[in-house]
């Protein structure tokens, strides 16, 4: 079946503009998380949805960055006013709960900011 | 702090050379070990998950293996096509289903 979808795959912006990264999950997953994967670094948490329960936005580095799903499926990763350390892979993942369930990995969006 | 170490950063074997990625980590209730592989400009693939001290699982010719403050990837005979970069996460009671990751292994296997 399908796996987990990201999009764009790649995105050039300039400093300074807002980004919008989306996250298709695998369908009838109920958990999705967003993940940064830096240069050298290993996968750094962002933020955890399940089902209808408040996201965990734990991960989020700063008030730039807000996630949302929209109908229990799809995700929106906005990142406001890109700065060049915001240059990094996203990835999301997605599992069918939220608990020690395997999650599946999309592509990731490479992200350059300029 | 929780914290996930992997060693070594990189490896190069040759074909047929067994050799054993290592995995440490200090998470207080752990409640899985997992390990995935990612190629370059590709997310992680799901390889293993490991629950419990003295747990191990197989998928051709990797075996993981956990402990109480390790976990061990045993690669037999590698060959080419396991060139990647093999990483490790542990899942914390508690956390949410958050991962912590380690910065991963970079293997690669020439002929």
């Known amino acids: 079946g399908a796996g987990v979808s990201q999009s764009p795959s790649n995105k050039v912006t300039e400093k300074g503009k807002d980004v919008e990264l989306r996250c298709d999950p695998i369908?009838?997953?109920?958990?999705l998380y967003w993940y940064r994967q830096s240069l050298g670094q290993g996968l750094e948490f962002l933020i955890y949805?399940?089902?209808?329960?408040?996201?965990?936005k734990s991960g989020l580095p700063s008030d730039r960055f807000s996630a949302e799903r929209t109908g229990g499926s799809v995700s929106t990763l906005t990142i406001q006013r890109t700065q060049q350390e915001d240059s990094a892979v996203y990835l999301c993942?997605?599992?069918?709960?939220?608990?020690?369930?395997?999650?599946?990995f999309g592509p990731g969006t490479r992200l350059l900011v300029l | 702090e929780d914290q996930v170490t992997q060693s070594p950063e990189a490896l190069r074997l040759q074909e047929g050379e067994s050799s054993s990625l290592n995995c440490s980590y200090t998470?207080?209730?752990?409640?899985?070990l997992f390990w995935y592989r990612q190629d370059p400009g590709k997310g992680p693939e799901f390889l293993f998950t490991?629950?419990?001290a003295g747990e191990e699982k197989e998928k051709e010719r990797l075996k993981a293996t956990l402990t109480k403050k390790e976990s061990f990837l045993h690669i037999t005979a590698p060959k080419p096509e396991d060139s990647a970069t093999y990483l490790c996460?542990?899942?914390?009671?508690?956390?949410?289903?958050?991962?912590?990751f380690g910065t991963g292994t970079r293997l690669q296997v020439t002929l």
């Open positions: 993942a997605s599992s069918t709960g939220g608990g020690e369930e395997t999650q599946y």
């Open positions: 369908s009838g997953h109920t958990a």
């Open positions: 949805f399940q089902g209808n329960s408040a996201p965990d």
């Open positions: 998470v207080s209730g752990l409640r899985g």
């Open positions: 490991l629950y419990s």
């Open positions: 996460a542990a899942l914390k009671a508690g956390t949410a289903s958050k991962l912590t």
